[in-house]
């Protein structure tokens, strides 16, 4: 069998195809993050905590109402968009003068609070939420055995990417958005509303992770923890693909993941640091991040 | 008496500290029971609020009647033996007489350590290592419900003899991981099988296990073994179900499942396993009417043995203490160790049970099988009865620990 430093090579590839689908999540989580940051100037630390919304929600549209993965693929981010619309109107909208700290300070505080009511409600056990029919079953890719679910996750994390940034980049409402973090009141003379402007996008921001969450939902286990266990992995990512760039953010989260699904095969123990140590190389070779401005 | 200024100051002095010696008085006349565990991590369902529940369902089922109040207290140690330490010595210094539970293996190692050094008394509910009774075995403690050499025995034992020869370990990177992957490799080997491979996962931290679930496929092994607890676990077997590990004849052994993770995995993707635990609810009449008083207290999570472990070392204590009277015992947590392990435990749970010099409390455990969907007819109805593995063969021969206690 033809091995590649050691590593017999279907083992080798099959990782790199794991290291993928995990940056696939990644990158939707920092992308959203990016959004966020590139346009509202707040450090969200409350994103796992409504990636995990989002996936409980989900579970409940499921237990309570019936409501299967497909509409909750829609309903979830809807709703849990719509509660990062609240808090945007009821406490961020406070911060935009104030220093990033204020925000992120906020935001951690809020997701403490939103876990806490999980965890007391619900416990830490998880719960149970299946992978939809349509999308059981698996590829056999000779080098190894490929979950459709995952194949489907990896198809709908690049279509949601690549939608997010057009929107962001190509349109008349992202130029609206861009000149907006440049000079807001030369925006709004123009006849624009900024302010709904931006609560709008803080509630897309939020909805891309319930989104998130909604994906995660079948293969990982729906628990009040399962947002702060990426959250801090997302930062990493975020910062080295450079704050606030939403191309960089998807490329860092897509090489990320694979970095990560290496360094599982050669040296296992470090997987959960990898990105840690690449951040402190990025940033003392670039500061702004890989792809961002200084 | 003359109404001077000196002689109402001192009456005020002395009314003023009335209720401070009163306090005093009060306080040497109080038990305390600090509940550390996991409040607020994985494996909070596991431990934390239901065993806080069950040590005051203990103490509530004890009375009052024994001349002495009971207090039991309770705080988070965020899975971290820094805070476990920090906690233990502010707890031992304040008057706590008892430490109970802790989670963690890391941390339940770590407060045995503290117990030794304050001469105070711990009981070991949470943490699975052996070592707490090994290597690392402590005059001041006992480890109570379960250990990784208990569940190595029952779960890898009952594997190999059913053919799994062949293992790959997906293993918690800590104490706790280690010694299960240890304890287990031992029986796999001496049965006359083989240990092909083992991963190190970071814990806490990891939520995918797909890339060590295909390391595992690759190695050919029959067999893969997980030394892993709580959410860990539920996410190996539902991305093993996943990647159709299971439907191509590879088998997982959840070296430490408990019911409360089957509850979160659903029988759908749970039904089949085996695992091992020393208490189940509905094994009998009695199990059954204390999980119904324990469900008042909690209503939503199902006792497991930890929890019964919490509730039945709690009582022993208070009734060692009730022998013993409160001075002798909060004098030496020595002594009052040496008392509790000179008497059996007995309760409703887990009847009688001796507890060993090296601090190992020998009860039997059970082998079970999580039951299919069509099988489960009633709430949390999870288990059947595979094996029963009698009290003196379910823990490792008091000789071969290596705990100096016993050598001496």
Not at chain 1, 28 to 41: P, T
Not at chain 1, 64 to 69: E, F
Not at chain 2, 1 to 24: C, D, E, H
Not at chain 2, 94 to 116: E, F, K, N, Y
Request: glycine share 10%.
């Amino acid at each position: 069998m033809d091995e590649i430093f050691g590593i017999p090579a279907p083992l080798l590839f099959g990782q790199l195809l794991l290291g993928l689908i995990n940056g696939a999540f990644y990158a939707m989580l920092s992308l959203g993050l990016a959004v966020i940051f590139g346009l509202l100037n707040i450090i969200n630390f409350s994103h796992g905590a409504q990636f995990m919304m989002g996936a409980f929600v989900a579970w409940m549209l499921l237990h309570y109402l019936g409501i299967g993965y497909w509409w909750a693929l829609i309903l979830s981010p809807l709703l849990v968009g719509l509660t990062g619309v609240i808090l945007e109107r009821t406490m961020i909208c406070r911060l935009y003068k104030l220093d990033h700290l204020y925000g992120l300070l906020l935001t951690f505080g809020i997701s403490l609070i939103i876990e806490g009511i999980f965890r007391n409600q619900y416990g830490s056990s998880g719960m149970p939420y299946r992978i939809p029919t349509q999308l059981s079953g698996a590829w056999d890719l000779g080098f190894m055995f490929m979950p459709v679910y995952r194949g489907w996750v990896v198809v709908f994390a690049l279509f949601t990417c690549i939608t997010t940034w057009l929107v962001i980049e190509k349109t008349r409402l992202g130029a609206y958005l861009r000149a907006a973090t440049e000079n807001a009141p030369l925006v709004q003379a123009f006849g624009v509303n900024v302010p709904r402007m931006i609560t709008l996008t803080y509630g897309a921001g939020v909805a891309l992770a319930a989104l998130a969450g909604v994906l995660a939902a079948p293969i990982y286990s729906v628990n009040p923890q399962m947002g702060t266990n990426l959250i801090i992995v997302v930062f990493a990512v975020v910062v080295i693909g450079g704050m606030g760039s939403i191309l960089g953010s998807v490329l860092t989260g897509f090489g990320l993941g694979i970095v990560e699904g290496l360094t599982k095969v050669f040296y296992p123990e470090a997987s959960a640091t990898v990105i840690f140590i690449i951040m402190v190389i990025v940033l003392l070779a670039r500061p702004a991040g890989l792809f961002g401005r200084a | 008496m003359q109404l001077s200024r000196r002689n109402m100051l001192a009456g005020a002095a002395a009314t003023g500290a009335l209720p401070l010696s009163l306090a005093r008085a009060q306080a040497a006349n109080t038990v305390r029971i600090g509940v550390m565990t996991d409040m607020s991590g994985m494996y909070r369902d596991n431990t934390g609020p239901t065993s806080v529940a069950a040590a005051r369902e203990s103490a509530a089922e004890f009375g009052a009647s024994h001349g002495f109040r009971v207090e039991v207290i309770e705080a988070d140690h965020q899975n971290r033996p820094d805070v476990g330490v920090n906690l233990a010595r502010q707890w031992y210094d304040q008057g706590v007489d008892l430490i109970m539970d802790v989670p963690t293996s890391s941390v339940g190692l770590a407060v045995s350590g503290v117990a030794r050094e304050k001469n105070k008394s711990y009981i070991c509910v949470g943490s699975a290592t052996a070592d707490l009774t090994g290597a690392q075995c402590s005059p001041n403690t006992i480890h109570w419900a379960y250990d990784t050499y208990m569940l190595a025995r029952s779960t890898g034992g009952a594997t190999v003899r059913a053919g799994g020869d062949t293992w790959f370990f997906i293993t918690a990177d800590y104490a706790f991981g280690h010694a299960l992957e240890r304890d287990t490799s031992n029986f796999v080997r001496s049965a006359g099988g083989r240990v092909v491979g083992q991963v190190r996962t970071p814990f806490p931290g990891t939520t995918d296990f797909s890339s060590f679930l295909v390391q595992a496929q690759a190695s050919r092994a029959k067999i893969i073994g997980l030394a892993n607890a709580g959410a860990d676990t539920q996410n190996c077997v539902k991305q093993a179900a996943e990647f159709g590990l299971t439907r191509r004849g590879i088998k997982l052994a959840s070296l430490l499942l408990f019911v409360n993770d089957v509850h979160g995995l659903g029988l759908q993707t749970a039904q089949g396993l085996v695992c091992t635990e020393s208490f189940y609810w509905d094994m009998n009449d009695k199990t059954r009417a204390w999980t119904q008083r324990m469900l008042r207290r909690i209503p939503t999570n199902y006792p497991n043995m930890i929890h019964a472990g919490c509730y039945s070392g709690a009582l022993h204590f208070l009734k060692t203490v009730a022998a013993m009277g409160v001075p002798a015992a909060k004098a030496s947590g020595l002594d009052l160790v040496n008392r509790m392990k000179a008497q059996p435990s007995d309760d409703d749970l887990f009847g009688k049970a001796t507890i060993r010099a090296d601090g190992r409390r020998i009860i039997p455990s059970y082998l079970f099988e999580v039951k299919t969907p069509a099988e489960s007819t009633k709430p949390w109805d999870y288990y059947k009865l595979l094996q029963t593995t009698p009290a003196e063969e379910a823990f490792r021969p008091i000789g071969e620990g290596g705990c100096a206690l016993v050598r001496s």
